[in-house]
């Protein structure tokens, strides 16, 4: 799985190096996540991406897109040099994931709120059929401040959607400033806890720690919601350290502080030591 997220990690930043500009830092923090759910946990299959047994993600964050499609060409959905028409006219991977567009992607996103409404309704289907089709979503902090998450989060507790679990990558930042300067946030786990959904956080750099706290989450059986402690722009100091890293349209000085970054991922995942 660290090898994985190293991977998806390299192919993103050159998706959005190739591009000029991009949603460098929420795409980043969600690295680690996208490497143990496709690493480990998902019933996929490239060849069939509409297996009607398959495992579904949304990224309800959609503006994520690039490590998404990291994702799934490395996983097979199609070929790598498809990454460097990222956002390009006529692309088959927009800057927002889109289900109409790109093989393996489950829901188009992009209007934050609806993406995880419309990740419940999937999760509400499938328990309702009883099949055993699981949902897995993510959703930003900046993005939890959308009162229509919260309808979610009732529905999701309210059906007892024991086939979903939700991340929240709380990278603490949104577009325009901190999550909690935009609007206070309080505790996540207690709120959730609170609507009657099973919570808990973890370290999401970690891609050991997310993934137990995966398997805690699927033994309870029960509406899951965790809280991934990451950082914008996750994985790259240069980024990670800019105060505006949402949309970044990389000077000379940062594009070299990215180059220096995609060489190491290169020269690690080379030698092996990935
Ligand atoms: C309904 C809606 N309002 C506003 C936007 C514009 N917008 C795109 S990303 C973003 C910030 C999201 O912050 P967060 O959810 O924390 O994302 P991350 O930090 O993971 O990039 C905003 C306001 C949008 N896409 N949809
Ligand atoms: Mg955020």
């Known amino acids: 799985m660290e090898k994985f ?14 591009l000029g500009f991009g949603h460098y830092g929420g795409s980043l923090s969600i690295v680690e996540t996208l490497a143990v759910l496709y690493g480990k946990h998902m019933n996929i299959d490239p060849e069939n991406p509409k297996a009607r047994d398959r495992d579904f993600f949304v990224l309800s964050k959609g503006h994520g897109g690039p490590a998404v499609y990291a994702t799934l060409a490395l996983k097979g959905f199609f070929p790598m040099e498809m990454l460097n028409t990222l956002n390009q006219n006529g692309t088959h991977l927009p800057s927002h994931t889109d289900c109409n567009l790109t093989p393996g992607v489950d829901m188009t996103t992009g209007s934050l709120g609806q993406g995880i409404s419309a ?64 609007c206070k946030t309080f505790d996540y786990v207690e709120k959730m806890t609170a609507f009657g959904l099973y919570s808990i956080r973890v370290d999401g750099r970690d891609v050991n720690a997310i993934d137990k706290g995966i398997e805690e989450c699927l033994a309870q059986n029960r509406p899951s919601v965790i809280i991934l402690d990451t950082v914008k722009g996750q994985g790259v100091p240069h980024i990670e350290q800019m105060k505006a890293n949402h949309h970044v349209r990389p000077s ?20 092996g030591n990935a």
């Not at 190293?6 to 050159?14: A, F, G, N, S």
């Not at 902090?141 to 024991?162: K, R």
């Open 119 to 182: 990740a419940t309704g999937i999760a509400y289907y499938h328990k309702a059929k009883k099949l055993p089709n699981r949902v897995f979503c993510i959703v930003g902090d900046g993005e939890l401040n959308e009162g229509q998450c919260w309808e979610s989060f009732q529905f999701m507790a309210h059906n007892d959607l024991s086939n979903m679990i939700v991340f929240v990558d709380d990278n603490k930042k949104q577009l325009d400033g901190t999550t909690e300067e935009v």
């Open 252 to 271: 000379a000085e940062d594009e070299a502080a990215v180059r220096q970054v995609v060489r190491e991922l290169e020269e690690e995942l080379e030698n």
């Open 5 to 18: 997220a190293k991977q998806i990690r390299l192919e993103t930043l050159k998706e959005l190096l190739n």
